[in-house]
């Protein structure tokens, strides 16, 4: 069966500092990825998703960016966080027959102070 | 931008049907209707989707209507953990669109 973990699950970072958030699929072969990010008591933000390794498409300017170094992996950085920066972020995945029935991770809680 | 319309919050009777309603006047002939709910501090569950037809599955049951306008999320008999933010979605291509969605609450 397939599987979606990304983390860390919690993180309080610093302003100006770096931010790295892992997500991997198991279980499934060439999926679509998606990091989402959802501000307190809003919707859900579609940041970037890809549909292939080195295929991302960003769908918010900022100061964020995600990559995919392998097939299963999504990868979701910034250089330098902002305050804004603060929130749930979520990765995603769905079959590359591009269905649109997304399986989503546990979610990692951004708070930067 | 999302393309749907929902309201922002409505209330359900547990054991009662839970209705909850979606307008996409602007859906093209390729585009599904998705549903999804979000259940605190959780990520969103896939419900269901079509595309013109009526579906029904274990979870829930969406109607569209004829001119593919509205569609809406049926939830036969509601229960507590029926509680949630309800996303309605129409989608073509990879990018799965979340608007503010209908938050669900089943009261006792």
């Known amino acids: 069966s397939q599987t979606i973990h990304q983390w860390p699950a919690t993180l309080v970072q610093p302003v100006g500092s770096p931010l790295s958030l892992e997500c991997t699929v198991e279980g499934t072969s060439n999926p679509n990825l998606y990091w989402y990010r959802q501000a307190a008591g809003r919707g859900l933000q579609l940041l970037f998703y890809?549909?292939?390794?080195?295929?991302i498409s960003s769908e918010v300017p900022q100061n964020l960016s995600a990559s995919r170094p392998q097939d299963r992996q999504f990868i979701l950085s910034s250089k330098k966080l902002l305050l804004s920066d603060s929130g749930f972020y979520l990765c995603?995945?769905?079959?590359?027959?591009?269905?649109?029935?997304?399986?989503f991770g546990e979610g990692s809680r951004l708070t930067v102070l | 931008d999302a393309k749907t319309t929902q309201p922002p919050s409505m209330d359900c009777a547990e054991g009662r049907a839970a209705n909850l309603p979606c307008n996409h006047s602007?859906?093209?002939?390729?585009?599904?209707v998705y549903w999804y709910r979000q259940i605190h501090s959780q990520g969103p569950q896939y419900i269901i989707h079509g595309l013109k037809n009526n579906e029904t599955n274990e979870m829930a049951s969406l109607i569209i209507t004829e001119d593919r306008k509205s569609s809406t999320l049926i939830l036969p008999h509601a229960t507590l953990r029926d509680t949630a933010v309800y996303y309605c979605i129409v989608r073509e291509a990879y990018d799965m669109r979340f608007g503010a969605g209908t938050r669900l609450t089943v009261k006792p």
């Open positions: 995603a995945w769905s079959a590359s027959r591009n269905t649109g029935e997304l399986f």
């Open positions: 890809s549909v292939g390794i080195g295929q």
């Open positions: 602007t859906i093209s002939g390729n585009e599904y």
